[in-house]
């Protein structure tokens, strides 16, 4: 293929074109938030108000939501790293009767949709006491099978010599998992990491279903019980959505790579 | 899946009996797995087979004790208009979402593949949306699209129920444009590039190329692609209660939300179980077609 320079690449017609689409309503979003009452039917805030964000994290309790929503999302992540990462160990490098039906079985379960788990699984947290808790927040989600698929995926392809020259040496299969095993699954790690996060901290349905109060809701709960109250204020509005969805774009931002990485295994995987 | 054994490393294995180390890995294994499978098992397995027996029953969610009504609720569901409606929201839903979703993502990840400035950029923005909850983009369209919204051109989007469910498919879409275009992108970095220049030699145009080597050869990504888009609106709760709440006039009340509110506002635990399971068996079916249609993900030989 000839390129000829200077001219500009037609491909960036389309594709700016489609990143416009994508970011004008979170320019929307951001702007308004910055806009005064009187002015907020302008596309533009005329000055910018700042004083809307402390007045909108006032009217709602947006701090206790935080809280509740960091603790259940660090409960989810560190649950993911630990329960997934015994169970990826077992899959991809322990012999054991029924192993690969049971990954069959767990791999199948992904296609099933939350509807169909719910009711029994709400009845479940309630009969244990749960409900309206952290804990019905936390332990029903602790382990996934997406992290054990990835975490498995990756074990299998470091080399099983470290093992064997580890068993060897005398270690024991949990040392081998500890000082061998995890140093080198890092990656995948960050990883599933990246997307516990984001699954706790955007999740709706579940703490929909289990929480009754401001005590234990979440940010995404929160909001949406803001939205409903303060639906002729746009602008406060808005500056409650920013403040709902910034630290998974922050996460993101940081960890971009970490999260493509797990959707292309994804893909691989097929 | 093939599980590979690196047979040289049995010459070590060999300082340990044979059995021994088998029936101690059997051990380790099921304290390893016990965690996980006991979570996975509690609150998705069970839940399973309890939403089986859940639909068989009137119970209401409260009382202790299910009452038995065999398959009344089955029979209900068939004749129920909005069990229909919901039915036929969800499949134009799927329908829209699925299409737009494999369109676009193709069409942007195509155009991202050859060497591009910006790449990462772009990438970054089409992500935006992807990593945002449901609930913050959803409150921001809800505005854009009432009819003094800066981008309603006069129309009352959420105000008429087939409107109302093409703005869910166009809210959807946009916000799963980014994955799919990372997971085409992921696909087509995956083709052997000896095929495209064999294929130049042979004086293929540009269109044939993709008409002939890469569309065939996307065909499991797709396959995936649309199983993702199919579980996505299928599930489909969290957009739907935040932009519509299911309405107007049931317009855009998929599957998802119909179980949740004929469980938690109509308190018919029973019959909301039953919804679930034939739109379980929707969702089975349609993953099986699919999967058919794109012969069985078999052309990657």
């Known amino acids: ?270 | 899946m093939i599980t590979t054994q690196v047979a040289g490393a049995s010459a070590l294995r060999r300082a340990v009996p044979a059995r021994r180390r088998r029936r101690g890995d059997t051990w380790t294994a099921a304290l390893c797995l016990a965690p996980a499978l006991a979570v996975i098992g509690a609150f998705v397995i069970y839940p399973i087979v309890a939403t089986g027996r859940l639909s068989l029953t009137s119970w209401n969610g409260a009382t202790p004790e299910l009452p038995f009504v065999g398959l009344a609720n089955y029979a209900e569901m068939a004749a129920d208009p909005e069990f229909r409606n919901s039915l036929v929201v969800t499949i134009l839903y799927g329908l829209g979402v699925t299409v737009l979703g494999v369109v676009s993502g193709l069409g942007l990840a195509v155009l991202l593949n050859a060497p591009i400035r910006g790449l990462a950029l772009y990438r970054g923005i089409f992500f935006l949306p992807v990593v945002t909850s449901s609930i913050a983009v959803a409150t921001v369209w809800k505005y854009l699209f009432e009819p003094d919204g800066p981008f309603s051109a006069g129309l009352n989007w959420l105000g008429d129920p087939s409107l109302a469910l093409v703005s869910l498919t166009l809210l959807t879409a946009w916000k799963q444009l980014g994955l799919n275009v990372v997971l085409y992108l992921t696909a087509l970095q995956a083709i052997p590039a000896h095929l495209y220049e064999a294929a130049a030699l042979d004086g293929a145009t540009r269109w044939r190329r993709l008409r002939h080597i890469t569309i065939p050869l996307l065909a499991p990504m797709t396959f995936f692609v649309i199983l993702e888009g199919l579980i996505a609106t299928f599930q489909g709760f969290d957009l739907v209660y935040a932009l519509t709440q299911g309405g107007p006039l049931g317009g855009t009340e998929v599957l998802g939300f119909l179980v949740y509110r004929t469980a938690f506002a109509s308190g018919e635990f029973g019959y909301a179980a039953t919804i679930a399971y034939a739109g379980f068996a929707l969702v089975l079916g349609l993953s099986w077609m699919n999967w058919r249609l794109q012969g069985g993900g078999a052309r990657w030989s």
């Not at chain 1, 999740?203 to 949406?224: I, K, M, N, Y």
């Open chain 1, 1 to 270: 293929m000839v390129v000829t320079p200077r001219r500009p690449d037609p491909r960036h017609l389309v594709l700016g074109a489609a990143s416009l689409v994508t970011v004008a309503p979170f320019a929307w979003m951001v702007a308004t938030s910055l806009k005064s009452l009187p002015n907020v039917q302008h596309m533009w805030p005329l000055e910018f108000e700042w004083g809307n964000y402390p007045e909108a994290l006032s009217a709602a309790p947006f701090a206790r939501y935080y809280l509740n929503t960091a603790v259940m999302t660090l409960g989810i992540v560190a649950g993911h790293l630990i329960l997934d990462t015994l169970a990826a160990y077992a899959f991809a490098r322990l012999r054991f009767p029924l192993r690969n039906t049971i990954f069959a079985v767990l791999v199948a379960t992904m296609l099933v949709p939350t509807f169909l788990t719910m009711l029994p699984a709400f009845d479940l947290v309630v009969r244990m006491g749960w409900y309206d808790s952290w804990a019905a927040l936390i332990v029903p989600r602790l382990a996934d099978v997406f992290g054990i698929v990835v975490l498995r995926t990756y074990m299998q392809t470091l080399p099983r010599e470290l093992d064997e020259a580890a068993l060897v040496d005398g270690a024991g299969r949990m040392r081998i998992l500890w000082h061998v095993v995890v140093p080198l699954c890092r990656p995948a790690l960050a990883t599933v990491a990246v997307f516990s996060f984001l699954f706790g901290w955007n999740d709706f349905l579940w703490p929909l279903l289990v929480t009754a109060d401001d005590a234990t809701r979440t940010v995404q709960l929160g909001l949406s019980v803001f939205t409903s109250k303060y639906g002729p204020y746009p602008h406060l509005l808005m500056a409650g959505t920013v403040v709902a969805a910034v630290p998974a774009i922050v996460i993101f931002l940081f960890l971009q790579k970490a999260l493509v990485r797990g959707l292309a295994g994804t893909g691989s995987k097929e």
